[in-house]
């Protein structure tokens, strides 16, 4: 089994369209997702792109969507989602994702 593309724990960026501007705010469209987001952005305007990075708080496989911490919590296609940095105690411990290069260690005993 290979390493899956993103992880719970991932650092990844969501793009979104700038859709329309009220006062302050902008109205945001995300890629995949039929809901509208707000935010304020003073520099914003319509049809800019917009590099939102968020964490990774749940994945399907078998759907192929990623859930991430970025205007709230989104749902979005993971082909979509663009990695930032992997989870850090990954590197340190391993996997617990079997033929990962870097397994994690057995337990021992303490004592």
Not at 61 to 79: A, C, I, P
Not at 81 to 100: A, K, Q
């Amino acid at each position: 089994m290979t390493r899956p593309v993103v992880e719970i724990g991932d650092r990844v960026a969501v793009l979104v369209t700038v859709t329309e501007r009220v006062k302050d705010r902008v109205m945001l469209a995300l890629d995949g997702d039929s809901h509208n987001y707000s935010m304020v952005e003073p520099n914003a305007k319509a049809g800019d792109k917009l590099r939102l990075e968020g964490e990774v708080v749940h994945v399907d496989e078998d759907l192929g969507r990623t859930t991430v911490q970025v205007l709230g919590r989104v749902t979005v296609d993971t082909k979509s989602v663009e990695m930032v940095t992997r989870r850090c105690d990954l590197d340190h411990i391993g996997s617990n994702v079997p033929g990962h290069p870097r397994p994690r260690t057995p337990s021992r005993p303490h004592g």
